[in-house]
């Protein structure tokens, strides 16, 4: 059952990426080009997403998910370097191609060699992260 | 011929419906860089089904509707080069961040959490910078 609606999610999720632009590396490129030709497209996007999960999360207090387990902790509210950094290397990477991570994986089928390319790199890259995080988390315990 | 932000609009609640069925459903957070990043350092095992059902998903229902209507292309460069750089970079920094787009930005805001709205803050900012220096500036893409 998990995996059922694991693959639900997953397949609502992906046509909506598809539907959205969001993996269209044209309109992802021209929501970023604030001094260029701005397409104000993902801000849609991004609002018409943020909607129904606000409503979600308020669903969720004093309650337990459908199939079993608890929800998300609370949020950390610490605000760190591999935050910081992490979300600028991101924002780097996402600028130069188009593509985040959900479009990457959701444009595999059509996306042809540079979509294969761009999500070998990207596999690379978070396997390349590894023991950094590692390293990381050893120093948060330390200190 | 429906308005761009029609589009992007009825995507954007597509994409968070999902993301409420996965939270409500399945109690878990839907984002893609922790949902796969979770199966290549082996912190995901215990619920590797899960994940992989979700990629499966993720990666096949937008492929059967590219083949059902067609159209859908992801216009992206086929620089080789930067490609590889970009990938690295998201890939390095989404894990270093802990989150991307649908994790930081999509359920992190939701909840107005200061990570997700920090982390929005400096991937659009880098993202712009990007654009312009890449773009306008040394005009390589």
Sequence with gaps: ?143 | MQPEWIFGLVGGLMIGIAASLFLLINGRIMGASGILGGLLDGSGRSNMTERLAFIGGLIGVPAVISLAIGGAETHATTNITILIVAGLLVGIGTRLANGCTSGHGVCGISRLSLRGLIATVFYLFAGGITIVLFKHILGVI
């Design chain 1, 1 to 143: 059952m998990r995996a059922l609606f694991a693959a639900i999610a997953g397949g609502l999720f992906g046509a909506g990426l598809l539907v959205s632009g969001m993996t269209d590396t044209r309109k992802v490129q021209g929501w970023l080009d604030v001094f260029g030709d701005w397409d104000p497209t993902l801000a849609f996007v991004l609002g018409g997403a943020i909607l129904p999960m606000a409503i979600a999360w308020s669903f969720t207090h004093g309650r337990a998910p459908v199939l079993g387990g608890v929800f998300p902790a609370k949020p950390e509210r610490r605000v760190d370097w591999p935050l910081i950094g992490g979300s600028l290397l991101f924002g780097a990477g996402w600028g130069l191609v188009g593509l985040c991570p959900g479009p990457a994986m959701a444009s595999l089928g059509f996306g042809g060699l540079s979509g294969l390319v761009f999500l070998v790199a990207m596999i690379a890259g978070m396997l390349a992260a590894v023991p950094i995080r590692r390293k990381i988390a050893a120093a948060g315990a330390s200190g």
